[in-house]
């Protein structure tokens, strides 16, 4: 049953958090339930053991596995407090990036720029550091993934563990082109003590290896993909993503990799959902629907979210999106189309590129995610479905006997059974909310928010 009581004070707490009063963390916080599976009654999300659906919503950022930055090794991330900063705004999910070259970037132009910890030990010399082994792999990576994961598990917050990464492999990704990743891949002839050369062309670009052109690179791949199965294939909060952001000539290798991945985890008999996300640049959404993976990451248009109708969980990426983009409208938007909206954060800067924890438009973000999440851990998920054409603003979550709306500021209409209401006004800018009680609703009923700019209502049916 869907509970008034309890969605106000949860949405007052994330209020109270926007205006920079962060609840204290709670000293034994749930663990996450799983592992999670596809859910039956609405397949937009999934849901755990018992059934019940789970909306996933969060921030990720691109130091919360491995260390970058300017010195070898770098300076280390505090992965504590970034665990503490989700748990402040309730979210319950992201992405552990994981970066394939051990240095050089295409968004740094410095050639002083470093990744650590490495999957593969280094051996023998080369002139500047060792090379890789290609057939050892380091047990500190993995140790650090596995310790990763099960601490954001013991908060109740679920991992998808990035396998591979687009960003990774050539010398210029889209506009980007400050500096080239492959030169310190390890899959770069001079990088490795195996032999191998993933760039069979010699443009000094390694796409081939997110293809299936090289066998000895996708072997080693596949052994890659199957000891990230042995390091946290036992624990219930992980899901997988197969690769972040690949070129478009990626997508046979990705379907192959997800069914290496599939297969392995059934032959372990513990299965995670495994996820394909949006080509760059010129990404086909096509490839992710027709994909074998359970849930995808489309690109598309951050204004104006399509309809998901359940072929797929989608988990709504602004990197894919738009990249380092979004206001406080957006989870909204996203969340009532029927989609689980995901948040690429710069957090604090530390990797390079944009972030400022005060910066007003991330704090409203972040915060607005958590109050998404609130949101629909108050309302019946099972029979929510995104249906536009019940209300003139196009956004609508209609369920059993309630509905969530969200308008850009106008007087709208909703298609309502008659009868009375009760629910609440909220406004993304602010966090604050307004009670609707003892409300006569038809389906000619106008309704006007109480304050200025946009806003979201949820009525339910008494």
């Known amino acids: ?53 789970v909306l996933l919503t969060g921030a990720h950022t691109w130091q919360n596995l491995q260390d970058t930055g300017p010195s070898n090794p770098p300076p280390a991330f505090d992965y504590p407090g970034y665990l503490d900063f989700l748990q402040r705004n309730n979210h319950n999910f992201f992405r552990l990036w994981t970066w394939e070259q051990a240095r050089y970037s295409n968004e740094i132009r410095s050639d002083d720029y470093f990744t650590a910890p490495m999957p593969y030990v280094r051996t023998g010399s080369a002139d500047r550091q060792p090379k890789f082994d290609l057939d050892a792999f380091d047990p500190d990576y993995f140790a650090r993934m596995r310790d990763r994961v099960g601490q954001a598990g013991k908060r109740g917050i679920y991992v998808s563990v990035m396998l591979f990464n687009g960003w990774s492999i050539e010398s210029c990704k889209g ?58 294939g036992d624990l219930d909060n992980v899901l997988y993503e197969i690769s972040n952001e690949s070129p478009g000539a990626s997508v046979q290798w990705q379907y192959h990799m997800i069914e290496v991945v599939r297969a392995y985890e059934r032959s372990r008999g513990k299965v995670h959902p495994i996820g394909m996300t949006s080509a760059y640049p010129g990404g086909d959404n096509t490839d992710l629907r027709s994909s074998p993976a359970d849930w995808i990451s489309p690109n598309g248009d951050i204004d104006n979210p399509p309809v998901n109708d359940g072929t797929k969980v989608v988990l709504s990426d602004t990197d894919h999106l738009c990249g380092l983009c979004g206001d406080s409208t957006w989870p909204w938007r996203s969340f009532i189309r029927g989609e689980n909206p995901i948040y690429m954060d710069p957090y604090d800067g530390a990797y390079g590129i944009g972030g400022q924890m005060d910066d007003s438009t991330q704090v409203s973000i972040r915060a607005n995610l958590g109050n998404v999440r609130a949101w629909a851990a108050s309302m019946d998920l099972r029979t929510a479905k995104p249906q536009p054409e019940l209300c003139s603003t196009g956004y609508c979550l209609a369920g059993s006997r309630e509905f969530l709306v969200f308008t850009p500021g106008k007087q709208f209409t909703i298609s309502v059974t008659p009868g009375a209401y009760e629910g609440q006004w909220f406004d993304p800018k602010t966090n604050r909310t307004t009670a609707v009680s003892d409300l006569r609703a038809d389906p000619g009923t106008q309704f006007t928010p109480p304050f200025s700019g946009p806003a979201v209502l949820y009525l339910k049916q008494r």
């Open 1 to 53: 049953m869907v509970r008034f009581v309890p969605l106000l004070l949860c949405l007052v707490l994330i209020g109270v958090m926007l205006v920079g009063e962060s609840p204290a963390v709670p000293s034994t916080p749930a663990s996450a339930i799983g592992p999670l599976r596809r859910s039956v009654d609405n397949p937009r999300y999934f849901a755990t053991p018992d059934g019940r659906p």
């Open 175 to 232: 506009q980007f082109c400050e500096n080239n990743p492959w030169r310190g891949h390890p899959f770069n002839k001079d990088n490795n003590v195996n032999g191998i050369d993933g760039d069979l062309n010699g443009n000094n670009s390694g796409e081939e290896t997110h293809t299936l052109a090289v066998p000895a690179v996708t072997a080693r791949q596949e052994a890659y993909a199957r000891k990230v199965v042995d390091t946290v």
